[in-house]
């Protein structure tokens, strides 16, 4: 069954009637004993989605006083993205402050770089890792309470990974070894932050999440997945985006970009671990996938619950997309893949979120 994306005409984002719904879903949050929101964007949305940054980084052990110098560069270039595309596709510090702010929830977002390959979101799980600790920490989260993780697109991957470190299995030990090679990443840190979150009920809702890394087999999470979609995924439908979202059914193993080049080896080295990441020939096969394919864990077993739901992107409503636009369609909504985020969508997704995890 598809869940259908309806606007209310009594509930516009921001209006009072908007904001008695989500006070109602903060409410069901609350008492089902979420203690903290944490939002992640997706894939080309960070501070250094080509790596270049990660190219540089070297230059901070011979030069430490270029330190500020990048971070000012990260700042500016997140805040690009922001300007430019906005909440379509991204998860924005304002998208963050309205569900603050509506659902009386504390909230946090982290700024990965957003870089398409297995290094980028190795050291995304590692930041996000000291993220939910210090959050433990502050708040005095306990094993009686929840945090609440919503991740748009390859976010879900590094979710995925946290997973695969708290099982603490054959795979984690491989992923330490990368650690380990990173200058700038530390595996003492990173096991102390883990030991703090572990035992703590995650909830993990994903968005658009391409199906790629194996979720760890840890019994304190719950997988929620929601895709935008209406139909089977054909090439000729994509110029309406007539299947919903394209790039959650082809953004799979084989389509990663190249990492830099001081780092290919460490990054080509998680391929055994995780799975291909540059494999022209698989993602070929792929396209011809016309069915929707749910997240496993590496035992076999599915790793949570998965939610059709039609975003309705193929039939713009002036309140979604903005009708001035000359584009194609396929552009301004990225492929069917961009929609989760947009602030009117906001109270659809935590309707689904509350309605599948925190329903008494």
């Known amino acids: 069954m598809i869940k259908k994306f309806r606007f209310d005409e009594n509930a516009v984002f921001g209006n009072e009637d908007w904001r008695k719904r989500m006070a109602a879903n903060g409410t069901a949050l609350k008492n089902s004993k979420v203690r903290s929101v944490v939002f992640l964007h997706g894939t ?19 030069f430490p006083q270029v330190g500020p110098v990048l971070d000012k560069m990260r700042n500016h270039s997140r805040k ?3 300007s430019i595309v906005k909440d379509l596709g991204n998860f924005t510090p304002e998208y963050c402050d309205a569900f603050r702010n509506a659902a009386g929830m504390d909230c946090d977002m982290l700024v990965w770089s957003g870089g398409n390959y297995h290094i980028a979101r190795l ?3 590692v930041e996000l890792a000291s993220l939910l600790a210090r959050k433990i920490k502050e708040k005095d989260i306990s094993s009686s309470d929840r945090i609440l993780l919503m991740g748009h697109s390859h976010a879900g991957q590094i979710f995925a990974l946290l997973t695969i470190f708290l099982e603490d299995g054959p795979r984690a030990k491989e992923l330490y070894k990368a650690v380990d090679k990173c200058h700038d990443l530390r595996r ?13 009920p995650l909830d993990f809702v994903c968005f658009g999440t391409p199906v790629r890394y194996q979720w760890g087999v840890y019994g304190c999470y719950r997988l929620l997945s929601i895709i935008n979609h209406r139909s089977m995924v054909q090439l000729n439908g994509i110029l309406d985006t007539a299947a919903g979202d394209y790039i959650q059914q082809w953004g799979t193993a084989g389509t990663d970009m190249m990492p830099p080049m001081n780092e290919m080896h460490i990054n080509d080295s998680l391929d055994k671990v995780l799975d291909r990441g540059r494999n022209l020939s698989g993602l070929l096969n792929r396209l011809q996938r016309k069915r929707r394919q749910k997240a496993k864990r590496s035992d076999g077993k599915l790793a949570g619950h998965t939610i059709l739901a ?4 193929d039939e713009p409503d002036p309140r979604l997309f903005d009708q001035k636009s000359k584009s194609l369609h396929c552009i301004r909504t990225q492929f069917g893949h961009g929609v989760y985020t947009l602030r009117n969508a906001m109270l659809f997704n935590t309707d689904m979120i509350v309605d599948q995890l925190y329903s008494s």
């Open 44 to 62: 080309f949305a960070g501070n250094d989605s080509l790596g270049l940054f990660c190219f540089l980084d070297p230059l901070l052990q011979l």
């Open 80 to 82: 690009a993205v922001n």
């Open 123 to 125: 050291r995304a799980v």
């Open 188 to 200: 003492e840190q990173l096991i102390e932050d883990l030991l703090v979150i572990d035992g703590i």
């Open 310 to 313: 039609d975003y309705r992107d």
